[in-house]
């Protein structure tokens, strides 16, 4: 079966804290991986697309990288600003996005 | 553009009654889709379409009903709102083909609650 788990469900850092988040999926030969963020009230906002083991994209304090089994999206120094609800998706064998349950980020001052 | 757009916003329904959710798309995506987002479920796929004139079921059909009689247009329908119902309604569409294509964009979400 299909499934996307991400851990932790919620992560609290302080504003400079690093930390990563996880999104482990059980199905192999992965034909994408897609990373989210979504804000309180509002829709999915497209990040990042991985498509091979190896892969690495960045954009401003936040890293995703992908290896056979799992993607860790890296936060380097965080802000308050980048608080939100984090999803990552893969890409079924009919094309169609599989989401995960999502990790709550919340980074204090 | 305005992407991805959903009416209404925010909307309280009877058990029984029935409703429909719009999302329209200037994108001129051939895919779009119907989503539900509960705390601890995360999105759900209810209904989809790969084009103009055609529909498909996703995840979580059962309730529901769609249509696609215009490309920009996908129109989620309910009609007889029981209370499981409740949650947050989202669309999305994309483009035709694979890898970037991929890439779906949301609408900002319709809050349906089921008294």
């Known amino acids: 079966e299909d499934q996307v788990t991400q851990s932790p469900e919620a992560l609290r850092l302080q504003e400079g804290e690093s930390s990563s988040l996880n999104c482990s999926y059980t199905v192999s030969g992965l034909r994408g991986l897609f990373w989210y963020r979504q804000d309180p009230g509002k829709g999915p906002e497209f990040l990042f697309t991985?498509?091979?083991a190896g892969e690495e994209k960045e954009k401003e304090r936040l890293k995703a990288t992908l290896t056979k089994k799992e993607s860790f999206l890296h936060i380097t120094a965080p802000k308050p600003e980048d608080s939100a609800t984090y999803l990552c998706a893969r890409i079924s064998n009919t094309g169609k996005l599989i989401f995960g349950q999502g990790t709550t980020l919340q980074v204090k001052p | 553009n305005a992407g991805v757009t959903q009416t209404p916003k925010f909307r309280v329904l009877k058990t029984g009654q029935s409703m429909t959710l719009l999302c329209a798309q200037d994108?001129?995506?051939?895919?779009m889709y119907w989503y539900r987002q509960d705390p601890g479920m995360g999105l759900r796929l209810i209904h989809y379409s790969v084009g103009e004139g055609t529909t498909a079921k996703g995840e979580v059909p059962d309730g529901y009903n769609v249509s696609r009689l215009k490309k920009q247009n996908f129109l989620l329908g309910l009609e007889s709102a029981a209370p499981s119902q409740t949650s947050v309604y989202f669309c999305?569409?994309?483009?035709?083909?694979?890898?970037?294509?991929?890439?779906?964009?949301f609408g900002p979400g319709t809050r349906l609650t089921v008294t």
């Open positions: 994108m001129n995506h051939e895919y």
């Open positions: 999305a569409s994309r483009l035709l083909g694979t890898g970037p294509s991929y890439e779906q964009y």
């Open positions: 991985l498509y091979s």
